[in-house]
């Protein structure tokens, strides 16, 4: 069976050579390029050949591609590239690669048609002056011929090496067996699902508890499905840095269990800043160590990766230090050769999410599985996002090149014409100003022309403006009622004012639809799922989604749940709040004495019932969350809950210690939750609430369930998962609001639950 391969994938691995080189400079844009080349083709004669197919074969492999053109007039075949500036800074090793992919179509062609010989040309199109520039030569056909057979040589060792390794992946997956005697309760039902959901390309949502093993009971069956379907890729996608570690030991197990070595590449794909050695450096090779002749060196490290296969953060560093390339852009090379990537979910959901992209470049087959999938609607609302900051506007116009002073001036008057009659602080605007995106997109083009004649010394502030600035006009040619406008005034120099601009996202699903119809099969999984036509309405999954609740493994007799019915926590009533809540708590630890955790909707909330407790029972032992903390004050809390140890643990509901922790067993037996963790009532949120009655009026939901009552209940039941981690914990739960026992309220708490209500009796 042959291997089969692009040629820009061939020469790309074959032909590149030199430094890394990320010096921003201006380059076209999909669009532009598409563009160029549809004009440098209409510039031809009639009888002109464009995106010519071709095909060819070297034992082993098979070699297919389009060239962009070619006249059979002239034998003259060209090879397009777009690009911005002077020609003269397209670097050597990009022009070694165009020719190289203009030599393998050259070959292809010229075997096609038995030509002896032909003309081949790289012509450069300046997107801005719309310039052609051709460097053409003449080549015999038995040049290319062994031009492309050294091309192959180099590749097809590595191609017989990625046949022998999917063969024997595919042969080690459908003999793979589960690494314990038994699954747990509700284990096997969650694979079965998951497994049937690959086997037949579906999306599917599931609502597992804490403690069935989720990331295993998810991982295994898609791994046995991966042969089968032919999947290329399987991406576990995290919301935070604990799931990604889960899922590697999740993996690991299953190694350690395979009675042969698992021959599975497992890569943990980490951001760029964490990843860098040298963040005091460029990225390129007269700054940075790591950069400079990385893609001479690349062949040796990604070999070395390959073969070692097992791809956390700490190999991939080390194999990248033992060849002195970049750790992160060795990772990003290995995403191309890796059968699993573990990863944030950003690199599949994002704008220019690096693994979608290769998805769609390589036409790969993936299926997709979303760790705590609840994270991603507020995620991918992120993701959507723009805003531009006037001060910081202002800032650069004083430091711009002089060429930029007119258009960035242009937009500083529009900019001010949009807030000028502004009444509120904070205002929503049904509409973007057409003339201030304008002056917007006019300065970007100036910018790129800038960058374009002058990509050395300009200041990073110019830089980052341009980014963020290129991706509000983006956002903006996609506004719509999925998003918003919004315009923040705040006090500026003098009497001066000035505003922020956002972009806000508030339902991601147009976005995220096309990521999700790429996907083969998708698994979105976590504690907290439902309503199922809440997420399904919101990430714009497929109508045809499977929505399952996995039985849970817990009992009620290991929880006991109280909604305390004559208590409120509305803002309006928490003073009244601070002394009952304070005295539950008390006579709850005076019970049973252990580590309890108390949440709150906000810090002032809880600042307010932790001084208030310490008061009274100022022999009760008490630590706090607080702004800003840092990861070992984050580590240092969560040492304080230990087997033995006893006090009230005070957070907020949302935060770093409402979800995503495990503390099992004596380390936490209880937890207060003295909120419904409905999001604030502010412009913005009765802005989306709004919006959404009317873009999902034929839902079962309505805008009010949409913006508050589902993200806020969300959030109670993850705070209460922490309680009970393992069939053998015991524990109680109090929600202190009365709100707690309406029925709407009471539907979407677990159901596994077994809940009381008790009424608050001040103590004597």
Request: hydrophobic share 40%.
């Amino acid at each position: 069976m042959n291997y089969q391969v692009a040629v820009r994938a061939l020469c790309e691995f074959t032909a590149k050579q030199g430094d890394l080189d990320l010096r921003f400079t201006p380059a076209p844009t999909a669009q532009e390029g598409i563009a160029g080349h549809q004009t440098v083709v209409s510039r031809r004669g009639a009888g002109y050949l464009s995106e010519l197919t071709l095909a060819g074969s070297y034992p082993g492999l098979m070699v297919i591609g389009r060239a962009d053109g070619y006249d059979p007039e002239l034998n003259l075949l060209e090879e397009i590239k777009t690009h911005r500036g002077d020609i003269s800074r397209i670097p050597d090793n990009h022009r070694v690669l165009h020719w190289a992919q203009a030599k393998v179509y050259g070959w292809l062609l010229c075997a096609e048609l038995q030509l002896e010989e032909i003309d081949l040309a790289v012509v450069y199109f300046n997107v801005v002056t719309q310039k052609e520039t051709s460097f053409r030569e003449t080549f015999a056909a038995d040049e290319l011929r062994q031009f492309f057979a050294r091309q192959c040589d180099r590749f097809i060792a590595w191609a017989r090496q990625e046949t022998h390794h999917r063969g024997a992946r595919d042969q080690q997956l459908q003999e793979l067996t589960f690494p314990y005697p038994s699954f747990r309760s509700g284990q096997r039902q969650l694979a079965k699902a998951v497994y049937r959901a690959a086997r037949d390309g579906k999306t599917l949502m599931t609502q597992a508890t804490t403690g069935i093993g989720k990331t295993l009971g998810t991982l295994f069956p898609q791994l046995k499905a991966m042969p089968e379907q032919q999947v290329d890729r399987l991406f576990f996608l995290t919301a935070k840095t604990p799931g990604r570690q889960l899922a590697l030991d999740a993996l690991q197990s299953l190694r350690k269990h395979s009675e042969t070595p698992l021959s599975l590449r497992v890569l943990e794909h980490i951001a760029r800043d964490k990843a860098c050695e040298h963040p005091d450096k460029a990225c390129h090779g007269e700054s940075c160590p790591l950069a400079q002749g990385f893609y001479d060196r690349l062949p040796a490290a990604r070999a070395e990766a390959v073969a070692e296969q097992w791809l956390d953060q700490a190999a991939v560093r080390r194999i990248a230090l033992k060849h002195s390339v970049c750790p992160y852009y060795l990772s990003q090379e290995l995403c191309r050769w890796s059968d699993l990537v573990v990863g944030d979910y950003n690199y599949y959901f994002d704008m220019s999410a690096l693994l979608y992209g290769l998805t769609v470049f390589n036409d790969w087959r993936v299926t997709v599985l979303v760790d705590e999938a609840h994270n991603l609607i507020d995620r991918a609302r992120g993701m959507y996002t723009a805003e531009l900051d006037q001060g910081i506007f202002n800032t650069l116009r004083k430091q711009a090149p002089a060429t930029l002073k007119a258009p960035l001036d242009r937009v500083a008057r529009h900019w001010n014409a949009l807030h000028r009659d502004q009444t509120e602080d904070y205002q929503i605007y049904p509409a973007i100003a057409d003339l201030f995106i304008l002056s917007l997109q006019k300065a970007v083009s100036a910018i790129t022309e800038h960058l374009t004649d002058q990509p050395d010394g300009n200041a990073s502030a110019l830089i980052l403006f341009y980014f963020d600035a290129m991706l509000f006009c983006r956002l903006a040619e996609a506004y719509g009622p999925h998003s918003l406008f919004d315009i923040t005034r705040h006090p500026g120099t003098g009497r001066r004012t000035l505003s922020t601009l956002c972009l806000r996202n508030i339902v991601p699903a147009p976005f995220l639809q096309q990521r999700f119809t790429t996907a083969h099969s998708t698994t979105l999984f976590s504690a907290t799922l439902s309503p199922a036509h809440y997420y399904r309405d919101l990430l714009g999954l497929p109508e045809d989604s499977q929505w399952l609740e996995v039985e849970s493994p817990f009992h009620a007799d290991q929880l006991g749940v109280s909604i305390v019915r004559n208590l409120s926590t509305r803002y309006q009533h928490r003073s009244a709040s601070l002394q009952p809540i304070s005295e539950l708590m008390a006579e709850q630890f005076a019970r049973e004495p252990g580590n309890y955790l108390a949440f709150f909707s906000s810090y002032a909330y809880l600042e307010q019932v932790l001084e208030r407790f310490q008061r009274s029972f100022p022999d009760i032992p008490v630590w706090s969350q607080s702004r800003s903390m840092n990861e070992g004050e984050r580590c240092a809390f969560l040492a304080r809950f230990s087997e033995h140890g006893r006090g009230v643990g005070f957070a907020v509901l949302g935060g770093a210690f409402g979800e995503g922790i495990d503390m099992p067993g004596r380390r936490l037996i209880g937890a207060f939750i003295a909120t419904l963790g409905l999001p604030q009532i502010n412009p913005v949120n009765e802005e989306m609430r709004e919006r959404l009655e009317v873009m999902f009026s034929d839902s079962a939901g309505s805008g009010y369930e949409y913006a508050y009552l589902y993200p806020g209940l969300q959030k109670v039941v993850q705070a209460a998962g922490r309680v009970i981690r393992t069939t053998d914990d015991q524990g109680v739960v109090y929600l202190l609001d009365d709100r707690f026992g309406q029925r709407t309220v009471r539907d979407l708490l677990p159901r596994w639950w077994e809940i009381s209500s008790c009424v608050y009796s001040p103590a004597n």
